[in-house]
T-cell receptor, first 116, second 108 residues
Framework: DTGVSQNPRHKITKRGQNVTFRCDPISEHNRLYWYRQTLGQGPEFLTYFQNEAQLEKSRLLSDRFSAERPKGSFSTLEIQRTEQGDSAMYLC??????????????FGQGTRLTVV | GQSLEQPSEVTAVEGAIVQINCTYQTSGFYGLSWYQQHDGGAPTFLSYNALDGLEETGRFSSFLSRSDSYGYLLLQELQMKDSASYFCAVSRGRALTFGSGTRLQVQP
């Protein structure tokens, strides 16, 4: 399978614990995105990497959230001191730059986080 | 800021045609995209309009009018498997900003 892979698929954690999610993008894609999606809503942008550089972060991304993409390959998203409001589906997507500005993003299946 | 509005739900019968509208308020963007998401699944790309007008991809067509801040997705010859959520999204070259989605239910 050469699509975007995310692990784990599900994570249940107690409030206050730290969690880390991993995303393996499509290998030739230099752009990687993290989104968060809650029930009945569209994905909300969290952060964007071009190769290993984190070029954009949403104001939604509090200081408890950190993302890395060492060597421009896989990426990790860590949430420290989780809160119940962090419960959501965390989606990773990757893409290549298109001259038309078409950011056709290929999404992974997501990691569903439940904070209890 | 950017906001996109879509109807929350649409119901149609198999074989019919349905149009899902998207109105937006945003300043400067490259184009309008449409994504499909089945329950429990990942969003998948359907269509992109960089320019005003109609883009056709098989049973799906998408339209954009920048002067009206409006776009739509047209689904023809509806099939049961088209039951899903559909999101419009604007591209500013980097990340996408999504609408809240339209849940399409196709009935036999």
């Amino acid at each position: 399978d050469t699509g975007v892979s995310q692990n784990p698929r599900h994570k249940i954690t107690k409030r206050g614990q730290n969690v880390t999610f991993r995303c393996d993008p499509i290998s030739e894609h230099n752009r990687l995105y993290w989104y968060r999606q809650t029930l009945g809503q569209g994905p909300e942008f969290l952060t964007y990497f071009q190769n290993e550089a984190q070029l954009e972060k949403s104001r939604l991304l509090s200081d408890r959230f950190s993302a890395e993409r060492p060597k421009g390959s896989f990426s990790t998203l860590e949430i420290q001191r989780t809160e119940q409001g962090d419960s959501a589906m965390y989606l990773c997507a990757s893409s290549v730059r298109a001259e038309t500005g078409n950011t056709e993003a290929f999404f992974g299946q997501g990691t569903r986080l439940t904070v209890v | 800021g950017q906001s996109l509005e879509q109807p929350s739900e649409v119901t149609a019968v198999e074989g019919a045609i349905v149009q899902i509208n998207c109105t937006y308020q945003t300043s400067g963007f490259y184009g309008l995209s449409w994504y499909q998401q089945h329950d429990g699944g990942a969003p998948t790309f359907l269509s992109y309009n960089a320019l005003d007008g109609l883009e056709e991809t098989g049973r799906f067509s998408s339209f954009l009018s920048r002067s009206d801040s409006y776009g739509y997705l047209l689904l023809q010859e509806l099939q049961m498997k088209d039951s899903a959520s559909y999101f419009c999204a604007v591209s500013r070259g980097r990340a996408l900003t999504f609408g809240s989605g339209t849940r399409l239910q196709v009935q036999p």
